[in-house]
């Protein structure tokens, strides 16, 4: 089940990212990146959901495509803790954001380039999460070991 759900998070592209803080609860997406469970993300830190971060780590998140038939229902739900990654250990991340996504990389036009100066490195560390699978029955879902 673990290499299917790998597979699954390096197949998609975009996570549903819920917080919550100061101003409440807020739900955002965000494009993303795993190395195996931990996601990374980039935003501004003046958004609403990093400034969420900042005061409140947790988080949840959901990864699915758009189904129009509920028995094709795939998808990641998880919980947990996330930290904006300190600007001397950001390299990595962007090497490997850059793999998946390469208008970051070195040929990034200017306005990407001047944007990812002024942006935040984030890591979502999940500490529980499940795999839906519909088709094997409505609201099927296995918690992965982690």
């Keep these: 089940?673990?290499?299917?759900?790998?597979?699954?998070?390096?197949?998609?592209?975009?996570?549903?990212?819920?917080?919550?803080?100061?101003?409440?609860?807020?739900?955002?997406?965000?494009?993303?990146?795993?190395?195996?469970?931990?996601?990374?993300?980039?935003s501004a830190p003046h958004t609403r959901h990093s400034k969420s971060i900042a005061t409140n780590p947790q988080v949840a998140a959901t990864i699915q495509k758009n189904y129009s038939n509920w028995e094709e229902i795939k998808g990641i739900q998880l919980e947990g803790q996330c930290i904006r990654i300190p600007q001397e250990e950001s390299q990595v991340i962007i090497d490997l954001y850059a793999q998946k996504f390469p208008i970051i990389g070195p040929e990034a036009p200017p306005q990407i380039a001047n944007a990812l100066d002024k942006i935040g490195w984030y890591q979502i560390t999940p500490t529980r999460l499940y795999f839906i699978d519909n088709s094997k029955g409505l609201g099927h879902r296995i918690e992965i070991a982690l």
């Excluded at 998609?12 to 990146?33: F, I, P």
């Design 1 to 42: 089940m673990n290499k299917k759900v790998l597979d699954y998070l390096e197949a998609h592209n975009v996570l549903s990212l819920a917080t919550y803080g100061d101003e409440g609860v807020w739900s955002t997406a965000v494009y993303y990146v795993n190395d195996g469970y931990n996601l990374y993300f980039l």
